[in-house]
């Protein structure tokens, strides 16, 4: 009987973990969308479509306040210890950065809708190039996490410094055209702003790949975080 009991428990558990699995894919493929749409919106200078990148951003925000009442439950009741207290904390922090990268995306939907009033600028052509990379790095980490395999963790967060490379890239061609005309200086910034912002997201999913690496090995990565950011200009928003 105490066999049953006991083998239901774990069974149980198992379900919840399963389920706090589930909603972090979830957020992830929200996140991974927004992003998506955020800069679509601003290539095609469609404001209706960054305003629904806007207003759909409280989907993630909700599914991350699912996620907090998931993990405070699971503590309080399961009391997990080792591998499965890594699992629980670590999707708290993973809900996390996903949500920080929710913003990000509706950060830049907002900018998409102040350029829409511009002129079209040449330097859009570049921020779609490093969405694209961040995307491929944002689902790499979370294919990383479901599958529980931190080598595929580790190989994503190492590309990080692709992103970098690539903002190095924007913020010297923003400046060109900012000195070029300062009628650019407008539109210029915002841009800035947008690349910075998907720089960042590429730091979150970089911290998602380190909390990969930790779930699995219960150790930290050992390797000194990859950053190619030369601008050393404090721009986020």
């Known amino acids: 009987m105490l066999n049953k009991q006991a083998d239901h428990i774990v069974k149980s558990f198992d379900e919840e973990l399963k389920q706090l699995n589930n909603i972090i894919a979830e957020m992830g493929g929200l996140a991974e969308a927004q992003l998506d749409r955020a800069v679509e919106s601003l290539v095609r200078r469609n404001s209706d479509l960054a305003a629904q990148v806007v207003n759909d951003d409280k989907r993630i925000d909700n599914l991350e306040t699912e996620i907090g009442s998931l993990t405070v439950r699971l503590l309080a009741l399961r009391q997990p210890m080792a591998q499965d207290l890594r699992e629980v904390v670590a999707a708290i922090k993973i809900a996390s950065d996903i949500e ?7 950060n830049i939907a907002k900018r998409a809708i102040v350029l829409s009033g511009f002129a079209p600028m040449k330097p859009v052509a570049t921020i779609p190039r490093m969405s694209r990379l961040a995307l491929t790095i944002i689902k790499d980490v979370l294919d990383a996490y479901i599958a529980k395999d931190a080598e595929a963790a580790r190989a994503a967060w190492r590309r990080d410094e692709e992103v970098d490379e690539m903002y190095n890239s924007v913020f010297r061609e923003m400046l060109t055209y900012m000195m070029e005309d300062p009628r650019n200086i407008g539109p210029c910034t915002h841009l800035l702003f947008i690349a910075k912002n998907i720089e960042r997201i590429g730091d979150h999913a970089t911290n998602v790949a ?6 699995v090995h219960g150790r930290s990565l050992d390797e000194a975080r990859p950053k190619g950011d030369t601008t050393n200009v404090p721009i986020d928003g």
């Open 100 to 106: 920080r990268i929710g913003d990000y995306a509706k």
């Open 210 to 215: 380190e909390i990969v690496y930790y779930l």
